[in-house]
């Protein structure tokens, strides 16, 4: 079988299991873990922040990042089809008790200047001001689009002039740094934290960093523990995070194979696929997405169904040329 459903499902390598073994730990809500402090240093160093938080998920970090930057009762500003307003159980209404206003970024899921200054809402008698402006990149449902540091600049710089604080959810940050060819760091600057995946290209079976200055930081670790993720021996967990980390560079093999993966189903008759920016691969069906998608895993191909006429393939870490080339081959026995 053939899982293009998403990078997560990437197995954890010999070295990874490796530094798991090895790892030395300590109990890590009493900060006592070396290979989490291992981990929090090279993840800030890479994005150039002050601090960084190792925490469970993605999910857990986009969630207590929220909870962090607002108050109760506040409006958070978000893209309308973003993770952490579509894909998160409605956690903003359940952790950080926020009002989600979101933004129509369009095809490519880019939050322009004049969209967060029409968005946002002074406080007032009536109405309850905006508590944070909470931007994505690469762009998930839009087909992991690889927005530019110089677009996330203004749209925070706008959020900032208005007193509002940015979160970036960089799940897959570093795929869009490869895209650009521009240091993490450079996506990172404009905003006050940012979140990304060890888990999903990068190879490491969990974990997510949440990062920004030491203070959001002490606070997040707060938070963290708040939702029950403050972990103890979690260097076992840590250290494959690590050896992730030095991963970054692979990903543009990702991005090259979902290039090829698209060229090929593209001149498949019934499917349309515009050109990937990243590792996602959104492919438009002439048949229902559900009934392709039980055709491919017939015949050997997993992906996932996006909306009714289309569905998400993602390339990664486990999947390699010849993987792709029958991956194509198949898909065109199912349509
Ligand atoms: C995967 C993803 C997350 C959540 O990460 P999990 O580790 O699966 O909780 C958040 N945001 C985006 C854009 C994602 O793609």
């Not at 002050?50 to 999910?59: I, K, M, R, W, Y």
């Not at 540091?149 to 970036?168: F, M, N, Q, Y």
Request: net charge negative; glycine share 10%; charged share 25%.
């Amino acid at each position: 079988m053939i899982d293009l459903r998403s990078d997560t499902v990437t197995r954890p390598s010999d070295a990874m299991r490796a530094a798991a073994r090895d790892a030395p730990v300590g109990d890590d809500v009493y900060r006592e873990d070396p290979s989490v402090e291992k981990l929090q240093e090279r993840a800030a160093d890479v994005l150039g922040t002050d601090a960084a938080l190792f925490v469970p998920s993605g999910t857990m970090g986009n969630q207590v990042a929220a909870r962090t930057h607002t108050e109760r009762g506040q409006e958070l500003l978000c893209e309308r089809e973003s993770h952490i307003y579509k894909w998160e159980l409605a956690g903003l209404a359940q952790h950080a008790g926020v009002q989600p206003r979101t933004i129509d970024g369009g095809d490519r899921g880019v939050v322009t200047p004049e969209q967060v200054r029409a968005g946002h809402v002074a406080a007032d008698g009536h109405r309850p001001g905006t508590g944070l402006l909470a931007l994505e990149n690469t762009h998930n449902s839009k087909g992991g689009t690889a927005i530019a540091p110089e677009a996330i600049a203004a749209a925070a710089d706008a959020a900032h002039d208005l007193g509002v604080p940015v979160h970036l959810d960089g799940a897959r940050l570093f795929n869009a740094a490869v895209a650009h060819d521009r240091p993490a760091a450079d996506f990172v600057a404009p905003v006050d934290s940012v979140m990304c995946c060890l888990s999903k290209g990068l190879g490491a079976p969990v974990g997510s960093i949440l990062a920004g200055e030491t203070e959001f930081v002490e606070d997040a670790r707060r938070v963290r523990k708040l939702m029950g993720g403050g972990m103890r021996q979690a260097g076992i967990v840590a250290a494959p995070g690590i050896e992730a980390l030095d991963n970054r560079k692979r990903l543009a093999e990702d991005h090259r194979r979902a290039e090829r993966l698209a060229a090929g189903l593209d001149d498949i008759e019934g499917l349309s696929v515009p050109d990937p920016e990243t590792n996602i691969v959104i492919v438009e069906t002439d048949r229902p997405a559900a009934a392709v998608l039980d055709d491919c895993e017939a015949e050997g191909v997993l992906g996932v169904p996006f909306d009714e006429h289309v569905i998400r393939f993602c390339t990664h870490w486990d999947v390699d040329d010849a993987d792709v080339e029958e991956a194509v081959a198949a898909v065109e026995r199912a349509v």
